[in-house]
């Protein structure tokens, strides 16, 4: 079955730190992968895909399919990184399947 | 990317009656769009894929009955909870799948209270 495991709820570096968030999946195919970020009171959005192999906002992701994993990462985090962060794996016609999230805390 | 709206964004229902949330795709054709529950503090959970013109797919372990979902139209895909039971609260967040994009965008959710 198709599973994705973010294994840290929480997460708390200083600000300039660097930052890891780490995503474990399973799937029996060949996987596309997100990142979402949910900032306060705000609505969930995507941040990047593993097919675009793009930075966001300082932020990468590399698909590591020997480890079955999509780690977000950035160099050096930033305030207004502090957010709720899913990663997700689409299984087909779209349909996506979240890990249980990482709330990021950045602090001063 | 495309905007997303539901309404209501909060509603506080008696155990028993059903209540209507509405998704609204503003400025895309929505054939596809989805239904999501989350509990707090806990990830969103696929509940149904809502197709334009056709029934509803709904995961393993959710009641069709019970989370009614109609899709007649391209821009709106209604969830009706009936009989709603406390169990049943939760925030309910609908999404549209644009392919062009790759790309789901979320409504902003409705937050269900059953007392």
């Known amino acids: 079955a198709q599973r994705v495991t973010q294994p840290e709820k929480l997460l708390s570096v200083f600000k300039g730190a660097p930052v890891e968030l780490k995503c474990n999946y399973s799937?029996?195919?060949?996987?596309?992968l997100f990142w979402y970020v949910q900032y306060s009171r705000q609505r969930l959005q995507l941040l990047l895909r593993?097919?675009s192999r793009e930075s966001i906002k300082g932020f990468t992701a590399d698909l590591n399919k020997g480890e079955t994993s999509f780690h977000l990462k950035k160099p050096f985090a930033q305030e207004e990184d502090s957010a709720m962060y899913y990663c997700?794996?689409?299984?087909?016609?779209?349909?996506?399947?979240f890990g249980q999230g990482t709330r990021l805390t950045i602090n001063p | 990317g495309a905007v997303v709206s539901q309404h209501p964004s909060w509603v506080i229902c008696k155990s028993g009656t059903s209540v209507k949330i509405e998704c609204r795709s503003l400025?895309?054709?929505?054939?596809?769009m989805f239904w999501y529950r989350q509990f707090p503090k806990q990830s969103l959970m696929l509940m149904a894929t809502?197709?334009?013109?056709?029934?509803?797919?709904?995961e393993q372990g959710v009641e069709k009955d019970k989370f009614l979902i109609n899709h007649a139209s391209l821009t709106l895909s209604t969830l009706t909870v009936t009989s709603a039971h406390p169990e049943d609260s939760s925030f309910y967040i609908c999404?549209?799948?644009?392919?062009?994009?790759?790309?789901?965008?979320f409504g902003p959710g409705t937050r269900l209270t059953v007392l």
């Open positions: 997700a794996l689409s299984q087909g016609a779209q349909k996506l399947v």
């Open positions: 799937y029996s195919g060949s996987p596309e």
């Open positions: 593993h097919i």
């Open positions: 400025d895309f054709q929505a054939t596809t």
């Open positions: 809502s197709n334009e013109g056709s029934k509803a797919t709904y």
């Open positions: 999404s549209l799948s644009v392919y062009s994009y790759n790309e789901q965008f």
